[in-house]
């Protein structure tokens, strides 16, 4: 099945509708719909505020903890930066187990 694409394609139709809302609008009237046609509405949901909220949130916390960085780098260098084989070990089996 072939579409045949040109430059003008529907842009007639786009005009109409784009006159028929300017024509004689107003300021007041200009984002009315047109007879028949319902206006433009949009909802947000819980979880889409919540979202929102969240990543308001995330955009204050810094990307790197700075202070933990330096503090890691200090017990590296000194020798005394120690691994909890236990932790890792549990947080692996949270996770598989999630």
Known sequence: MAVKITPYNGMAELLRLYNSRTRGAGASDYNSPVAGEQADRADISTRGRALATFRAALQEVPAVRQELVDRLREQIASGTYRI??????GGLKEELLD
Not at 84 to 89: E, M, P
Request: net charge neutral; proline share 0%.
């Open 84 to 89: 909890d084989c236990r932790a890792i070990a």
